[in-house]
């Protein structure tokens, strides 16, 4: 397989930004991405992958990265005639279009690529706009199909589906489902996720560019509004708005850029997808499946992974993910959240970032974001919150939600450029 390579990073700060339109996102992510790179290399980007949910629910239905990038073109700083994929898979949005853009280095079609991902989700003036922009991630043409399974599950997990009665939308009703069982089935404590939380707030407090930027004591996490038991506020993560970006290369590319570029470089190892499907509750969740794909296709194991970025659209899913993920064994999520093994300074760090619940969550940047919190921690340039010396580095991603699976998954397994 050839070899490939991220060459630049970057991420907006993630917070509500009425004033900050898609257009500004996009300028802001593509300008960091090429200052991050160190090298003139825009004339040089062959193919663009623009990855987007809610646009849409904004007046821009189509053509939604040639309208971001008109203006820079115009200017000159985004190459004429250059092709953009739209690319939409909810909250795994970014993370397609980076697969798209490594797959198009992979097949020997193009030597320099983009993937960015660009997202508004806060609407101050018509929270209705808001919420049609989250119902795109469950199956609006058949709902009675999830409303049934979502009503046995309950029964099971022992927390009737009453979507009413929550305060989030109603993903984070079918999150805490999933908890409720796990606590039923396992013996996972609500304390375990608030652990998971309270680390991540600390992660967070560390992250410049993280929406929340201040530290939540285990107590103060169970004592925090209920959003949906045992889902406190402060275990969900928030709305916001913002953008990321990569850039992609082949090896021969690289191999003519300047040595400082090089030495910044950062492999892919693997890139995989799995879909989703209405799996029973005790069934491995579609995560579990797509690690497999990219340990293989990697050549690795659970255990070569140092550090993770997870999306803990709840801290809930931190839990689950380390389960799925082989970082621990199936149940025990809980015991090793608590256990400080994925806090910085434990044996392997998870969500340096401060994770969705701290960092945000501008859906369609999300999984562009993890590159650039792994890319930063493998270079060594992630500040108070680096870990030692990493040296593999792990994202898992997922998007839109088919009963108790995301629609889509992505796992990614970057390694450092020793």
């Known amino acids: 397989m050839r070899d490939t390579y991220i060459i630049g990073t970057f991420s907006t700060a993630f917070e509500k930004m009425p004033g900050k339109s898609f257009k500004d996102l996009t300028r802001e992510a593509y300008l960091g991405v090429l200052d991050d790179v160190g090298a003139e290399i825009a004339d040089d980007i062959e193919l663009a992958y623009f990855g987007n949910c809610g646009m849409g629910t904004f007046g821009q239905a189509c053509i939604r990265g040639q309208v971001s990038f008109t203006s820079l073109v115009k200017e000159g700083l985004f190459p004429e005639r250059v092709p953009i994929i739209n690319v939409e898979g909810a909250c795994a949005t970014a993370s397609l279009a980076f697969h798209g853009a490594w797959k198009d280095i992979l097949s020997g079609q193009s030597e320099l690529t983009l993937a960015i991902g660009v997202e508004k989700t806060f609407i101050p003036d018509n929270p209705d706009k808001i919420q049609e922009i989250f119902d795109g991630g469950i199956d609006q043409l058949d709902a009675d199909e ?238 108070a919150r680096q870990a030692d010396n990493p040296k593999i580095a792990l994202a898992e991603n997922g998007g839109g939600v088919m009963g108790f699976d995301e629609a889509a998954c992505s796992i990614i397994i970057l390694e450092a450029n020793s």
């Open 146 to 383: 999830w409303r049934d399974y979502y009503k046995e599950a309950g029964d099971l997990a022992g927390k009737p589906f009453d979507p009413e009665k929550g305060e989030g939308t109603i993903f984070m009703d079918t999150y805490a489902m999933q908890a409720t069982y796990h606590m039923k089935k396992y013996g996972t404590t609500q304390r375990q996720i608030a652990a998971a939380s309270s680390k991540n707030h600390y992660h967070g407090s560390l992250n410049p560019k993280a929406q929340y930027r201040f530290e939540v004591s285990v107590d103060k996490v169970m004592e925090d509004r209920t959003i949906s038991y045992p889902l406190t506020r402060s275990m969900c993560a928030p709305i916001g708005d913002g953008a990321a970006a990569a850039m992609i290369c082949s090896a021969e590319y690289l191999s003519k850029l300047p040595p400082e570029v090089q030495a910044r470089a950062v492999k892919i190892r693997a890139s995989v997808l799995s879909g989703g499907k209405y799996r029973d509750l005790d069934e491995p969740g579609l995560s579990s499946v797509a690690a497999q794909k990219a340990y293989r296709q990697a050549g690795l194991t659970p255990d070569d992974i140092d550090i993770a970025e997870v999306h803990d659209a709840t801290s809930f899913c931190e839990i689950y993910q380390c389960e799925m993920l082989g970082f621990c064994e199936e149940g025990k999520g809980g015991a090793y959240v608590e256990s400080g093994a994925t806090s910085l300074g434990g044996s392997r760090p998870v969500n340096l970032s401060g994770g969705l619940v701290s960092k945000g969550h501008p859906i369609g940047a999300t999984g562009l974001s993890m590159i650039d919190e792994l890319t930063q921690q493998l270079r060594g340039e992630a500040g």
